[in-house]
């Protein structure tokens, strides 16, 4: 029970996250299509420990016992997704039958069980078929936000009875850059002044999406997941200040300004057409973002999903041979705290992040529909994950949550990235994640401490005092 002193409405959604390709599996099931994925961790090297979603969490199996989990850490709101490859295996055309029922079964499962789903439709597993070449196709083709609304428009049709929170896309701009602009993703491509028309896509394809929504779904909310990444100077100088807005332009207000409805940003536009010239990318923006592109982009947004991992330091640098953008991404240095990826832990980013979106997105609703670290802790002789820093890690970026309600933001809910240590994409198997350990050789799943700590707030809505010493579960 929620207590009334919590800074958390009654209604909060406490959840986790989670995504097909990321934990699924069976790749050939019920006439499940080849995925960009699939293809992509083919070539050699691209993923630390050669790695694949062939096995992942097998979740497609062992869903139900996924759905205990959720159950059992006490948490009331799932965000996973349906596998476009799956639901689409042809790109276009029929939609896959066996899949839809797979996904019906969940949501019914989900719902008896008192968890209310959040479902994002592209979490990166886009069907091959929409590939023109290993150079072309996918994003970069505007009949790809097309034949997105159609396979958005299968599932809606299908689920939008029973479910209301929708997520379009997850992360824009990481599509955007490792997908098209470094190759670190799938599908590989590495072209600079292009990837900008594939992210253009992703936000078109959300505003045709909105048009299916909107058609199946009665009371619709409907959201895009955002990689946010605060940007702060890496001085007082005013050049790094310059600098981390710069940033902060092609991070983040490149893609909350249209999805708001207000439009590219002039300044960051005129970054992109100053690279597209420099680097001899052959079009201009004005051929690839159409009279209207904007208008159907900033169609609808109910919530903004805040997918928030740390921030970028950034400080003012020169354009050069190795250098697209004018500044540098220097990070903290000295010894400060970090996930074992490396990335610096700064909860109270978050609460800025959060106040920022409430004044300048005109008091939208907040959903943070990823935030976790990567800690690497693994069963000890007691069989039990003793993630202390996970611990440690939600409790303060909960705490800024609380602040932040408390200062105004409208915040409808949490989810934790992830449910599942799971196939953490181009770095493989080495992160984890997860409120709950994965065993891959065997799938067995071991819910970690910090399961436990962060299902405890979500019943309570409290939010214990820091503890040196938490081994509070037997
Ligand atoms: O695992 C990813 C997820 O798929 C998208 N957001 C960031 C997570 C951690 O890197």
Not at 55 to 68: F, K, Q, T
Not at 200 to 210: D, F, I, K, M, T
Not at 343 to 370: A, F, G, K, N, S
Request: aromatic letters at 10%; a negative charge.
């Amino acid at each position: 029970m929620i207590q009334p002193n919590s800074a958390f409405p009654a209604d909060f959604l406490w959840g986790a996250a989670t995504s097909a390709y990321q934990i699924e599996g069976s790749r050939n099931a019920d006439g499940t299509g080849v995925s960009i994925w699939d293809v992509f961790t083919k070539r050699p090297g691209v993923v630390e420990g050669c790695g694949d979603g062939s096995l992942a969490c097998d979740s497609y199996r062992r869903w139900e016992e996924d759905i205990e989990l959720l159950q059992t850490i006490g948490l009331n709101a799932y965000r996973f997704s349906t596998g476009w490859s799956r639901v689409m295996p042809d790109g276009t055309g029929v939609a896959n039958q066996l899949a839809l029922d797979h996904y019906d079964r969940q949501v019914d499962a989900l719902l008896a069980a008192g968890i209310t789903p959040l479902i994002t439709l592209n979490h990166w597993d886009m069907p091959q078929a929409l590939m023109l070449s290993e150079t072309d196709g996918g994003w970069l083709a505007r009949s790809t936000a097309e034949a997105f609304a159609l396979y958005v428009d299968a599932v809606t049709a299908r689920l939008g009875d029973r479910v209301s929170r929708w997520i379009t896309q997850c992360e824009p701009w990481i599509v955007q850059l490792l997908g098209y602009q470094v190759g670190l993703h799938a599908p590989g491509i590495k072209d600079l002044p292009r990837s900008v028309i594939a992210g253009h896509h992703v936000l078109l394809g959300h505003g045709l999406a909105v048009e299916a929504i909107n058609a199946n779904v009665a009371a619709a909310q409907i959201g895009v997941a955002l990689s946010l990444f605060p940007c702060t100077p890496a001085s007082d100088s005013a050049a790094d200040a310059k600098a981390a807005w710069g940033s902060d332009g092609y991070v983040n207000r490149w893609y909350l300004d249209p999805l708001t409805g207000r439009g590219y940003p002039a300044d960051t536009w005129a970054l992109w057409a100053e690279i597209i010239e420099r680097e001899q990318g052959g079009f201009s923006l004005d051929e690839v973002i159409l009279p209207g592109d904007e208008e159907i982009i900033g169609r609808r947004l109910d919530f903004i999903g805040i997918n928030y991992y740390t921030r970028r330091v950034c400080a003012a640098a020169e354009v050069g041979p190795d250098r697209a953008f004018p500044w540098a991404v220097v990070g903290p240095s000295g010894d400060i705290a970090r996930s074992d990826e490396g990335w610096e832990i700064v909860p109270d980013q978050l609460r800025q992040l959060l106040l920022r979106l409430d004044r300048d997105y005109d008091h939208r609703p907040l959903i943070i529909t990823e935030n976790g670290g990567v800690f690497c802790d693994t069963p000890m002789h007691d069989r039990r994950v003793h993630d202390n820093r996970r611990i440690a890690f939600i409790r303060g970026h909960l705490r800024a949550v609380a602040e932040a309600i408390s200062q105004g933001a409208t915040v409808l809910g949490y989810m934790h990235w992830s449910l599942l240590d799971n196939f953490e994409w181009a770095l493989g198997y080495r992160p984890r994640f997860g409120l709950s350990y994965v065993d891959y050789a065997t799938g067995q799943r071991t819910l970690k401490d910090s399961a436990y700590f962060y299902g405890e707030i979500a019943r309570t809505g409290q939010i214990p005092a820091d503890d040196p010493a938490i081994v509070p579960y037997g």
